[in-house]
T-cell receptor, first 113, second 113 residues
């Protein structure tokens, strides 16, 4: 299973764009990159998943360079409610051995008014 | 659509007692997972059911933990006898397709005193 490395914490202000980068140097060919968000006293919540280039949904964008050794979660115009812990996970959706999610320490994002 | 439901939300028990946690997955989701976070640690995988079968229980800490999913619907996680180090938040998640988006419950906060 590919190990991921993310910043422990980040600070931002309301209305700014936040980019959280995750390193996964040992990503395998079949691995996908998935991001989850977790608020205090709640379970993790799926944000976005991608394999290469760029993926965008109503919540965020995920940028993945050609070598796939890193990825960047982009949150446009954050608000106070985006204060949470963000987890980057790497794994192969089709593999029996990597079906379970491996959570790291995550990045604690604090948004200030 | 109802989400993943966990019961109870909080439980305080004495060392040596038995506690049973329950998880109701999203209807139609064959895959059910248990995770836990102990104080100060990362979220860790415990086990994975596909319908009523245990697909992967590599994360179960010891034989004091017993998980069941009779009939392939709800699941229970029993801890008997509970120890102090079992304190933490236990999350249940379900997914329709393996490796894809997992939906987490709110968690059960277990405190063993």
């Amino acid at each position: 299973l590919a190990k991921t490395t993310q910043p422990i914490s980040m600070d931002s202000y309301e209305g700014q764009e936040v980019n959280i980068t995750c390193s996964h140097n040992n990503i395998a060919t079949n691995d996908y990159i998935t991001w989850y968000q977790q608020f205090p006293s709640q379970g993790p919540r799926f944000i976005i998943q991608g394999y290469k280039t760029k993926v965008t949904n109503e919540v965020a964008s995920l940028f993945i360079p050609a070598d796939r050794k890193s990825s960047t979660l982009s949150l446009p115009r954050v608000s106070l409610s985006d204060t949470a812990v963000y987890y980057c996970l790497v794994g192969d959706p089709g593999s029996y051995n990597t079906d379970k999610l491996i959570f790291g320490t995550g990045t604690r994002l604090q948004v200030f008014p | 659509e109802a989400g993943v439901t966990q019961f109870p939300s909080h439980s305080v028990i004495e060392k040596g007692q038995t506690v049973t946690l329950r998880c109701d997955p999203i209807s139609g989701h064959d895959n059910l997972y248990w995770y836990r976070r102990v104080m100060g640690k990362e979220i860790k995988f415990l086990l994975h059911f596909v319908k009523e079968s245990k697909q992967d229980e590599s994360g179960m800490p010891n034989n004091r933990f017993l998980a069941e999913r009779t009939g392939g619907t709800y699941s229970t996680l029993k801890v008997q006898p509970a120890e102090l180090e079992d304190s933490g938040v236990y999350f249940c998640a379900s997914s329709q397709d393996r490796g894809r988006r997992a939906f987490f419950g709110q968690g059960t906060r277990l405190t063993v005193v």
